[in-house]
């Protein structure tokens, strides 16, 4: 079994999560992710809340949409591929979910960001900032002005940006953080519709 990467889970209560985007690259899809995803959710049914759940994120180009699927969704739409690719990523899944079962929380940022080279600047460990935003689930491009708002973090050595590991582990929990915010969102609510009010909140006495 080969896998290019590690694929980093999302632990939500008992269920494992997996980023859309890192699974459509580990499979080598030429077809553009959004459409991708797309076709896949529409031609198979899957529901948002049930089989994936999905979050509006805002950029500084474009308002783009993140998908964090289950891992039953994962392996589908690695079977979905008809190929050795996808077969090697749904027995991955399998494995890792076997591992998962013994282990309070998945992953921790030492596993994302394992087989990554580092290097040593004035005493401290860095990581190449591109590699490690693909490893957390998010674009090599999804700089967000971090280099000049964090720039103690950052130093570039000829084409190379470098992370320092604290600030790379920072990033890895904030989207944790985000992934977990998208979940939330998607869960079915608690009274039926029409009583979301938070005047009937505060009338049953919660603050």
Do not use: C
Not at 8 to 27: M, W
């Amino acid at each position: 079994m080969v896998v290019a990467h590690e694929l980093p889970f999302i632990q939500q209560g008992e269920n494992l999560l997996i980023s859309a985007q890192l699974l459509h690259k580990e499979l080598k899809v030429p077809t553009r992710f959004y459409d991708w995803i797309k076709r896949r959710i529409e031609k198979y049914g899957f529901e948002d809340g049930q089989d994936f759940y999905s979050n509006l994120s805002k950029s500084r180009t474009k308002p783009s949409t993140d998908y964090l699927l289950t891992l039953d969704t994962a392996k589908e739409l690695a079977m979905l591929e008809e190929n050795e690719i996808g077969r090697d990523i749904r027995r991955y899944f399998i494995a890792k979910e076997k591992e998962a079962r013994g282990i309070s929380l998945l992953p921790r940022e030492r596993e994302a960001f394992k087989g990554l080279p580092r290097k040593r600047f004035n005493n401290r460990t860095m990581l190449p900032y591109r590699d490690a935003l693909v490893r957390i689930g998010y674009s090599r491009n999804n700089n967000g002005g971090r280099a000049h708002r964090y720039w103690m973090h950052f130093i570039k050595e000829g084409n190379v940006l470098w992370v320092t590991e604290e600030f790379a582990a920072h990033l890895f929990h904030q989207k944790q953080v985000y992934a977990n915010r998208a979940v939330m969102l998607a869960s079915q609510p608690v009274l039926p519709f029409g009583w979301g009010d938070s005047s009937l909140l505060n009338q049953g006495g919660v603050a």
